[in-house]
T-cell receptor, first 111, second 112 residues
Framework: DAKTTQPPSMDCAEGRAANLPCNHS???????VYWYRQIHSQGPQYIIH???NNETNEMASLIITEDRKSSTLILPHATLRDTAVYYC????????????FGQGTELSVKP | EPEVTQTPSHQVTQMGQEVILRCVPI?????FYWYRQILGQKVEFLVS????????KSEIFDDQFSVERPDGSNFTLKIRSTKLEDSAMYFC??????????FGEGSRLTVL
């Protein structure tokens, strides 16, 4: 997997946007960037993924820099239920789809 | 919405006993995975399974572990002789082809 680097923890006020950064400077041209989250030892939950264009779905937006060396996951209006560990993963294209989880960013949404 | 289901949610066993953890992946999915997470640590890949055979396994997945898809719907993880250090949450995951993995809620294994 392309190595990803995330801050270990972040805080966000409820109702504000949470912007979670990820560096993936070694990513290759055909490797997607995936974001998952894990809420308190539940199963990891898929959030969003992208290749080079910005993506948006009902959960979040993903902004990928033009050089693809970093990305930002945006939760536009964070709620207390968004408190979780967020993982940025860039799996190799030809590696059978397995994901290797790092330590992620522990996001605490505070009232 | 289709989901991956896992049973049991929690199993307590004695060291040396065999354990089977069961998973029902999403019905049209083709790729299946087991992961584990020891308390306080990160989620670790164990094994991937496709076309009725193991496609990749990690160093953790030694001879004590095996996987099976016996009937086209269930996907099982067997630990032959459990050790204390096997205590963990075990997550099953599946995906159709490319794209995202869908994870189950996990089975907590406690080895005494």
């Amino acid at each position: 997997d392309a190595k990803t680097t995330q801050p270990p923890s972040m805080d966000c006020a409820e109702g504000r946007a949470a912007n979670l950064p990820c560096n993936h400077s070694t990513i290759s041209g055909n490797e997607y960037v995936y974001w998952y989250r894990q809420i308190h030892s539940q199963g990891p939950q898929y959030i969003i993924h992208g290749l080079k264009n910005n993506e948006t779905n009902e959960m979040a937006s993903l902004i990928i820099t033009e050089d693809r060396k970093s990305s930002t996951l945006i939760l536009p209006h964070a709620t207390l239920r968004d408190t979780a560990v967020y993982y940025c993963i860039a799996p190799p294209y030809n590696q059978g789809g397995k994901l290797i989880f790092g330590q992620g960013t522990e996001l605490s949404v505070k009232p | 919405e289709p989901e991956v289901t896992q049973t049991p949610s929690h199993q307590v066993t004695q060291m040396g006993q065999e354990v089977i953890l069961r998973c029902v992946p999403i019905s049209n999915h083709l790729y299946f995975y087991w992961y584990r997470q020891i308390l306080g640590q990160k989620v670790e890949f164990l094994v991937s399974f496709y076309n009725n055979e193991i496609s990749e396994k990690s160093e953790i997945f030694d001879d004590q572990f095996s996987v099976e898809r016996p009937d086209g719907s269930n996907f099982t993880l067997k630990i032959r002789s459990t050790k204390l250090e096997d205590s963990a949450m075990y997550f099953c995951a599946s995906r159709y082809n490319t794209g995202e993995l869908f994870f189950g809620e996990g089975s907590r294994l406690t080895v005494l």
